[in-house]
Structure formats: C-alpha cells, structure tokens
T-cell receptor
Framework: DAGVIQSPRHEVTEMGQEVTLRCKPI?????LFWYRQTMMRGLELLIY????????DSGMPEDRFSAKMPNASFSTLKIQPSEPRDSAVYFC????????????FGPGTRLTVT | GENVEQHPSTLSVQEGDSAVIKCTYS??????FPWYKQELGKRPQLIID?????GEKKDQRIAVTLNKTAKHFSLHITETQPEDSAVYFC????????????FGPGTSLSVIP
C-alpha cells in the first residue's frame, strides 16, 4: 500500500479564497483523522470519521471549516473563506480500528494564506 | 476532556547519553498512551505505545513507563544517536470516547555528536 496520500503538498492562496485539501486513507482503515499543526498550538485534532461518518468535529475551529468523507477512500477538508491564521500544516491520518491503534499519517499539506 | 502536558519542551544530550521525556494526563479513564516521533519536515510516526494493563514496555533502545496512579508516563531513550534528533509527542486517548488521542505539545530532542 502507498500509505496515506494527501494533496496538494503545498498550497499558497490569498485571504478570502476557498481551499480544499484532499486525503486518501490506507485501504481497509476504518478511521480517518484530520489534524492541524502549528508552532503555537501543536498538533490539534480537527475532526475524525469512523466508516465515513463524522464522529467528533469539536476541534473544528469555526464554521469556515468543513470536512466530508463521501466514501471509504476519499476525504476533503475545506476552508471557506481562508484567513492568514489558517496557515499551518494539515495532516490526514488513518487507523485500522479505533484510535487506540497506530495512526498512519500522510505527508501533510503546508497551507500558506497571504 | 483530556489534557496532556509534556516536559521538557527542548532537550539536548550528548551522543551515547540517555534522554527522558515526561508526560502527565488528566483523564483517569485514559488507557492508551502512544509516542510519536516527527523528524524535521516529515510526518509523525508511532515509535512505541503502552496500554494501561502494563507498567513498562521496551523496544531496543526505547522504553516507556506508566504510572496510572500518578497519571504520568515517560519515554526513555538509551545510547542516543544523532538520528534520534526529532520532536517527540506523547499522547493519551480520551477516556470517554477511546477513539481519539490528544497530543502533548512536543519535546524537541537534539543529540550532539
């Protein structure tokens, strides 16, 4: 398996634009997690899915953020409109069973909002 | 919810010495404690984990200890090597959901050759 795949790897956009980050989890993994990493706040869980269903979105910062998982092999994280404070590295991770097992992280998307 | 604290935030050791990173957690129902290593510019990767039914676990030069009574756990790296230089994150699962883990703020370890 190729591991967790994320695209794009880098995204530079202007404030106010819509940004869509994409993730393909490892085949057969039931859990998918979206994290945001910044120097100030560390590694924050934004939302996670179990069998394509959102379970906990309490980490989503505000209504500008939304996430979907239309099928077992694809998820998106959308920011609309984007703001400079959204600049961060966004990681997607997947896990075979519950979160009590290893999470396999993707390479991340480095987002810069100017 | 769960809160995980980690100390120190930075750690510098000479090659061959040992390194110890300590974490505390707040949720007494937590029962899963993974450690992730993140090299510069790379993704976090699991290096070792421990569950609450054991007090210690070893894997070559890495060991973790858990004290559930005191709600703290530690990572021990012996005979450090330059390739151990990275940011290390401890984490604990939320006792109410078990599905999600909360990460500590990280410890930046530098091993000086």
């Amino acid at each position: 398996d190729a591991g967790v795949i994320q695209s794009p790897r880098h995204e530079v956009t202007e404030m106010g634009q819509e940004v869509t980050l994409r993730c393909k989890p490892i085949s057969g993994h039931d859990y998918l997690f979206w994290y945001r990493q910044t120097m100030m706040r560390g590694l924050e869980l934004l939302i996670y899915f179990n069998n394509n269903v959102p379970i906990d979105d309490s980490g989503m910062p505000e209504d500008r953020f939304s996430a979907k998982m239309p099928n077992a092999s694809f998820s998106t994280l959308k920011i609309q409109p984007s703001e400079p404070r959204d600049s961060a590295v966004y990681f997607c991770a997947s896990s075979l069973r519950t979160g009590m097992y290893e999470q396999y992280f993707g390479p991340g998307t480095r987002l810069t909002v100017t | 919810g769960e809160n995980v604290e980690q100390h120190p935030s930075t750690l510098s050791v000479q090659e061959g010495d040992s390194a110890v990173i300590k974490c505390t957690y707040s949720d007494s129902a937590s029962n899963y404690f993974p450690w992730y290593k993140q090299e510069l510019g790379k993704r976090p990767q699991l290096i070792i984990d421990i569950r609450s039914n054991v007090g210690e676990k070893k894997d070559q030069r890495i060991a973790v200890t858990l004290n559930k009574t005191a709600k703290h756990f530690s990572l021990h790296i012996t005979e450090t090597q330059p390739e151990d230089s990275a940011v290390y994150f401890c984490a604990a699962n939320e006792g109410t959901s078990y599905d999600k883990v909360i990460f500590g703020p990280g410890t930046s370890l530098s091993v000086i050759p």
